[in-house]
C-alpha cells in the first residue's frame, strides 16, 4: 500500500492528498467560479521532514491529544501537540466516490509506542471528504475503555486541525473574532500568557509574530487577502488558534523553508481551552468544513 491517499473530484478536478504518516493532509487544489483551473489552497514548507523523524511543517496535521506543551496530568510524557500528526494512521483502501463527494477515512489506535506514553485506550477516525470546491475534514475520538466503574473512566483530551492556508501573510485578515476573549502565547511571562485579552481588532493580521488561542469562537470565519481567501465553519470545536511565527520564531525552525512565513496563515479550529470528556463507549466529533470564497472580499 502507498504511503499516501489521492482523492480527486470527477467534476471539478479538485484534489486532495493525504499522508498516512500523521493523517496530515499536505495538499488541496480547488478551482474557483472565477477560475475553474485548480489551484494549491496549502502550504508546506520546502524543508519539512518528511522520513517520520518528526511531524510535517505544513498542510493540516491533526492534534490530539494535547494542545501545545501537555498540561494534563495523562499527557505528560507526550510530545508537544500530542502522537496523532508524527503516528502512521491505517486505510483500508476504500474510496467512496458519490459523484458529487468523494472520501476516505483513515483509523488510529493504541500502537506499542503509543502506549510507552499514552495509558488511555482509544479509536480515532478521520473523515477526509472533498467537494467542487470545498473540503471537509472530520475527527471521531471514541473512548474504548471497557470499564464500567463509576464515576465513569473518562477520556479527556484536546483536538485540532492545524490549517496552514497559503496566503500573503502580511495581508491576511481574519474575521470575526472582534471582541472574543483570546490568550496571547507570544508574551514574555506565564503570568500574561494566561492572562485573558479582548480582541479589538475587525480583522485580525499576523503582520508580527502571532500566536492567539481565541475562547468560545464563533465557529463561522473568513480567512481573506485581496482576491482571495477560504470560509471556516466547524462543528463542536469552540476555540480558533491564529498563528504566524514570522522571522521572529520562524528564522529558528529547521523545517520552515527561509520567508516561509510570508506565504501562510494558520487558522485552527479546535477545542484547546480545557477539556474534553468522553465517556467509556461514547464518541466525540468535531468537524470542520473550509471553502473556497469566489468572490474578492473588501479589505478593511
Request: a negative charge; aromatic letters at 10%; one cysteine or more.
Amino acid at each position: 500500500m502507498s504511503d499516501h491517499i489521492v482523492l480527486r473530484h470527477s467534476k471539478s478536478n479538485a484534489s486532495v492528498q493525504i499522508l498516512l504518516y500523521g493523517a496530515t493532509i499536505v495538499s488541496w487544489k480547488s478551482p474557483s467560479l472565477r477560475d475553474p483551473e485548480p489551484s494549491e489552497r496549502l502550504f508546506v514548507s520546502a524543508t519539512a521532514f518528511h522520513d517520520g523523524s518528526k511531524p510535517v511543517r505544513g498542510g493540516i496535521p491533526v492534534v490530539f491529544p494535547c494542545f501545545g506543551a501537555p498540561t494534563h496530568a495523562e499527557h505528560i510524557k507526550l510530545p508537544q501537540h500530542g502522537f496523532a500528526r508524527s503516528s502512521t494512521w491505517s486505510w483500508n483502501g476504500v474510496i467512496a466516490d458519490e459523484g458529487d463527494r468523494v472520501s476516505a477515512t483513515l483509523t488510529l489506535e493504541p500502537t506499542p509506542a503509543i502506549a510507552a506514553l499514552y495509558r488511555r485506550p482509544f479509536h480515532l477516525s478521520l473523515l477526509v471528504s472533498l467537494g467542487e470546491y470545498d473540503l471537509s475534514t472530520e475527527l471521531h475520538v471514541k473512548n474504548t475503555s471497557p470499564s464500567t466503574e463509576y464515576p465513569p473512566d473518562y477520556l479527556e483530551f484536546q483536538a485540532l486541525f492545524h490549517n496552514y492556508f497559503l496566503a500573503p501573510s502580511n495581508d491576511v485578515l481574519v474575521t470575526p473574532l472582534q471582541n472574543l476573549s483570546y490568550y496571547d502565547k507570544t508574551e514574555s511571562t506565564e503570568e500574561a500568557r494566561a492572562t485573558a485579552k479582548i480582541e479589538t481588532r475587525a480583522g485580525v493580521d499576523v503582520r508580527r509574530f502571532t500566536d492567539s488561542v481565541y475562547e468560545d469562537a464563533p465557529q463561522s470565519y473568513e480567512v481573506t487577502w485581496p482576491g482571495g481567501g477560504i470560509a471556516i465553519k466547524t462543528s463542536n470545536l469552540k476555540d480558533v488558534v491564529v498563528w504566524n511565527p514570522q522571522a521572529e520564531a520562524g528564522s529558528k525552525m529547521a523545517d520552515m523553508e527561509k520567508g516561509g512565513w510570508e506565504k501562510f496563515v494558520c487558522c485552527e479550529p479546535g477545542h484547546v481551552r480545557g477539556f474534553e470528556k468522553v465517556a467509556p463507549g461514547l464518541t466525540w466529533s468535531g468537524k470542520q468544513v473550509l471553502s473556497v470564497i469566489h468572490n474578492a472580499r473588501r479589505h478593511q
